[in-house]
């Protein structure tokens, strides 16, 4: 169950910004919530082989126990490769909403989004809004605390850091926590397959 939680947790997490970062790019969760699934029944049919002291059951049960073990692994290998190619993805994603900003709806909710939850403005900073604005204007979002009668937001008021450092922070902490639930999980998976064939042993 714990499995199935973080899978959907990571999950959300990434979908949030898939504006930038591409819907099929955080895959991995997904799979990491049927994994957890499928180990909820595999660990069943287990106890009841070993309750049952049924060699079929408990060969069947290590059998699924390998396959969820190789799944497990990948997905500590993806977590680790979708870290790595993180930025380039994002650099595009962002200039691509920023370029089509002006007429895409889409993108301006992904922007007011990210400006606002990151607190950052920009991909870089400030600056990036004027090809959009043409003066210092930018959007309401990069603005958290303007002073008191002023309505227009500007570079002034607006949030300096960027948005791209920000994301790709908090993301890439979100891949290497992915990374290193499959490879933990592939542990003790390894380790409860011995204490099965232990048993059986006895």
């Not at 939850?117 to 003066?135: S, T």
């Not at 210092?136 to 002023?150: K, L």
């Not at 960027?162 to 639930?181: N, T």
């Given at each position: 169950?714990?499995?199935?939680?973080?899978?959907?947790?990571?999950?959300?997490?990434?979908?949030?910004?898939?504006?930038?970062?591409?819907?099929?790019?955080?895959?991995?969760?997904?799979?990491?919530?049927?994994?957890?699934?499928?180990?909820?029944?595999?660990?069943?049919?287990?106890?009841?082989?070993?309750?049952?002291?049924?060699?079929?059951?408990?060969?069947?049960?290590?059998?699924?126990l390998a396959l969820v073990f190789?799944?497990?692994?990948?997905?500590?290998?993806?977590?680790?490769?979708?870290?790595?190619?993180?930025?380039?993805?994002?650099?595009?994603?962002?200039?691509?909403?920023?370029?089509?900003?002006?007429?895409?709806?889409?993108?301006?909710?992904?922007?007011?989004?990210?400006?606002?939850?990151?607190?950052?403005?920009?991909?870089?900073?400030?600056?990036?809004?004027?090809?959009?604005?043409?003066?210092?204007?930018?959007?309401?979002?990069?603005?958290?605390?303007?002073?008191?009668?002023?309505?227009?937001?500007?570079?002034?008021?607006?949030?300096?850091?960027?948005?791209?450092?920000?994301?790709?922070?908090?993301?890439?902490?979100?891949?290497?926590?992915?990374?290193?639930?499959?490879?933990?999980?592939?542990?003790?998976?390894?380790?409860?397959?011995?204490?099965?064939?232990?048993?059986?042993?006895?």
């Amino acid at each position: 169950m714990v499995v199935i939680v973080t899978g959907a947790i990571i999950q959300s997490n990434y979908y949030h910004y898939s504006n930038f970062v591409g819907d099929n790019f955080w895959t991995a969760p997904i799979v990491l919530i049927v994994i957890g699934s499928i180990i909820f029944v595999v660990a069943c049919f287990g106890c009841c082989g070993a309750a049952k002291e049924s060699p079929c059951m408990i060969i069947t049960f290590s059998i699924f126990l390998a396959l969820v073990f190789l799944a497990e692994i990948g997905i500590g290998i993806a977590g680790y490769y979708k870290h790595e190619e993180l930025s380039g993805i994002l650099e595009k994603g962002f200039n691509k909403t920023l370029d089509s900003y002006a007429t895409d709806k889409g993108a301006q909710e992904a922007w007011n989004l990210v400006q606002s939850e990151m607190v950052c403005c920009g991909i870089k900073g400030p600056e990036d809004w004027e090809p959009i604005y043409k003066n210092d204007t930018v959007p309401r979002a990069c603005c958290h605390r303007m002073p008191v009668g002023v309505n227009k937001c500007t570079r002034e008021y607006a949030s300096t850091e960027g948005c791209f450092s920000k994301l790709s922070s908090y993301l890439g902490s979100k891949s290497l926590i992915l990374a290193g639930i499959g490879i933990g999980l592939a542990i003790v998976q390894v380790s409860k397959r011995q204490q099965i064939v232990k048993k059986r042993m006895q």
